[in-house]
């Protein structure tokens, strides 16, 4: 049991410690929002459409078909962080300098040299 908790703790808070740590918090109190909403909603939805085993004969085996859907749903949570949440906003440099260069060339015969001019900006 102690295994399980340390694993759900890590699902839920392992990727809102890198969100935080990129200086994005409400990217990781959104990631924390759908990684708890999505494997309880798959799991609630299943649940509904299969009901205990009581009440309609065999339409559902006991508890395996929920499982499957808070799978499900801890997958789709998974996919839309990596997906949606998961990358760094590009930053646009303000100060960027442009800087040249100037190399000169001779040819190896020694009969022609140019003098040519490098930039980046």
């Known amino acids: 049991m102690e295994l399980s908790a340390v694993g759900a703790l890590g699902y839920l808070l392992a990727p809102s410690i890198i969100h935080v740590a990129h200086h994005r918090p ?7 929002s759908v990684r708890l909403a999505l494997p309880m909603l798959a799991m609630t939805g299943v649940a509904y ?5 009581g ?9 395996s078909w929920q499982a ?5 749903g801890i997958l789709s949570a998974s ?4 997906g949606l ?7 646009t440099e303000s100060n960027q300098t442009v800087q040249f260069s100037v190399a000169p060339y001779v040819s190896q015969d020694g009969k022609r040299g140019e003098l040519r001019v490098l930039g980046t900006f």
């Open 26 to 32: 409400a990217i990781s109190l959104a990631s924390t």
């Open 49 to 53: 459409q299969c009901p205990p085993l």
């Open 55 to 63: 009440n309609q004969g065999d339409k559902c085996e006991n508890g």
């Open 68 to 72: 499957l859907g808070f799978a499900a």
């Open 79 to 82: 996919l839309i962080d990596i």
């Open 85 to 91: 949440f998961s990358y760094d906003a590009p930053t």
